[in-house]
């Protein structure tokens, strides 16, 4: 969900877009002393309003934007804009509290990792982190500078070289020395983990929305973050890094590889003369001989299981000329 705030007929008023459609709301914010914080909220010399809702008991005059949807004034620490759970031991200490983002926060106790895992969210004291030397890294991860470890929703992880971890995209880690590919827990926990990749992590690179890379490898991958079971990942065969390049104007599983066009990691058999296989205009692609008319198609898949995706299959426009084609040209078949 987006938020602006905006000034219309004399009144303060707040734009929220999401889930395909757009609604907006007057707000009490007083138009002379009002301002925007950004990440939803808004406030004035009096009130502080988070997606145009008055937060009540809110302080304005202490109320400070942190990290991650993490807010706080000199009373009380928010998330996303309602008073924050605290840890059982006791309410947040508003004045020591900091948010590494969304998920690592930290007061005058230690730091506390916040996570959604088996339909709801837990809090819990992240072991030996330090607030003074740590940051949060992305997704689940979080680092402590001083000593040296990475953390994964809060526990350590092991056998990782946590001071050259870093995400590459939302499917990859690596660190010194190893690529790991990164596996989610479905839509009931937010749990990531690490799985070793045989590449070499120091030419390791992101291609697309569906394929990567080493200086000798092309790899595939298709992941749905709500469905676990769902993570398939697989080198490539015959293909070269250097013969290989991603075609997302036709379609983000749509890849050249020297003489073939690959559709998600499979040839694409349908094609004359890959290439100078090609987009032309929407739905429509060309290569040296024909023009091609993309249809979305289900397809199954087979890899470490059985899968179907919809992709894009191309079938000849029967006397159609590559060169002078257009659109408008199909609709007097």
């Known amino acids: 969900m ?18 395909g459609r757009t609604i907006e709301i007057d707000t009490t914010l007083d138009l002379a002393s009002w ?22 008991d809110a302080d304005a005059s202490t109320f400070t934007l942190l990290r991650g949807g993490w ?12 008073p924050a759970d605290a840890p059982d031991d006791g309410p947040w200490d508003p004045a020591s509290f900091v948010a590494f983002g969304a998920r690592y926060i930290a007061d005058r106790r230690g730091v506390f990792c916040w996570r959604y895992g088996y339909d709801c969210y837990e809090l819990s004291l992240v072991d030996g982190a330090a607030a003074t030397s740590f940051e949060e890294i992305g997704l689940t991860f979080g680092r402590d500078c001083a000593s040296g470890v990475l953390y994964n929703n809060g526990v350590v992880e092991p056998q990782i070289d946590a001071p050259t971890f870093e995400l590459r995209g939302r499917w990859f880690a690596v660190d010194r020395t190893t ?19 045989d590449a070499d992590a120091s030419t390791f690179i992101i291609l697309g929305e569906h394929y990567a890379a080493d200086a000798r490898t092309v790899f ?9 079971d769902l993570a398939e990942l697989r080198a490539l065969p015959d293909v070269v890094p250097s013969d290989f390049e991603s075609l997302p104007a036709i379609d983000p599983g749509y890849a050249r590889a020297g003489d073939r066009i690959l559709n998600h990691g499979e040839v694409e058999r349908g094609i004359a003369d890959a ?42 426009v029967a006397g159609a000329d590559p060169e002078h084609f257009t659109p408008s040209d199909s609709e007097r078949e």
């Open 2 to 19: 987006s938020t602006r705030y905006f000034v219309r007929n004399g009144v303060v008023a707040c734009e929220l877009t999401g889930y």
């Open 35 to 56: 301002r925007d914080l950004g990440d939803g909220y808004a406030v004035d010399a009096r009130t502080v309003v988070r997606a145009g809702e008055t937060i009540d």
């Open 71 to 82: 807010a706080k004034d000199a009373n009380t620490v928010y998330n996303d804009g309602a």
């Open 179 to 197: 690529v790991h590919h990164l596996c989610y827990g479905g839509k009931h926990t937010d749990t990531v983990s690490l799985a070793r990749l």
């Open 220 to 228: 595939y991958f298709l992941n749905d973050d709500g469905d676990a």
């Open 275 to 316: 290439r100078t296989f090609t987009a032309l205009a929407p739905g429509f692609c060309r290569d040296a001989q024909h023009v091609y008319r993309m249809t979305r198609t289900l397809r199954e898949f087979a890899g470490a299981q059985t899968y179907s995706v919809e992709v894009l299959v191309p079938a000849v």
